[in-house]
């Protein structure tokens, strides 16, 4: 059993992997921004301290080139302090190279209303790169299914937006991670 603490609990990717850590066994600590904001390195050591592992589901559509830079610098120096050395980020396909290795965001016909998104959780992955903490990003390999009914299963796939995966199937690729750390500093993308 780890002691698992997810960030963002409250949004759908968040709360998803609250309920599949907690259907595992794990003891796991849902926080919200109300109790937990993750762009302030102190809270975020208060509320790591103690976990074997951290999930970062958190987001910010309003100003996401300041949250996601904020969030991961926060993540860096929280976790640090708290000595969690573990960090499982939850990210977007647009990062995720196409089958010709090159990035989504930068193929043609990305929509151009994404990138400043896509750009910010960019400077956040670049941010963790730069860290010497133990990361893994785990991406919906295209889109969340919001209506599709969880497979149990997913695998590995590029960046493919015609791809999908239910908030379920990537609770479960979250969770493996976190348990069995297959991947260390590394960006994969995952589909049903």
Avoid: C
Wanted: net charge negative; hydrophobic share 50%.
């Amino acid at each position: 059993m780890l002691k698992i603490v997810v960030l963002g609990a409250g949004g759908k990717a968040g709360s998803a992997a609250v309920a599949e850590a907690s259907a595992r066994g794990h003891e796991v600590t849902p926080l919200v921004r109300a109790a937990a904001d993750i762009t302030d390195p102190a809270a975020v050591a208060a509320g790591v301290v103690g976990h074997d592992v951290a999930i970062a589901a958190a987001a910010d559509a309003g100003e996401p080139a300041v949250f996601f830079r904020a969030a991961a610098e926060s993540l860096v120096a929280g976790l640090r302090e708290a000595r969690v050395h573990r960090l499982v980020w939850v990210s977007l396909a647009s990062l995720l190279p196409d089958a010709n290795g090159v990035p989504v965001m930068d193929t043609i016909g990305f929509p151009p209303e994404f990138r400043p998104f896509s750009l910010a959780h960019r400077t956040a992955l670049d941010i963790l790169r730069g860290s010497a903490l133990e990361w893994v990003a785990v991406s919906p390999s295209g889109n969340f299914d919001l209506e599709g009914a969880p497979t149990g299963a997913y695998h590995l796939a590029p960046g493919d937006l015609k791809e999908h995966i239910t908030y379920a199937d990537h609770a479960r690729a979250l969770i493996d991670e976190a348990e069995r750390a297959q991947f260390r500093r590394a960006h994969i993308g995952v589909a049903s």
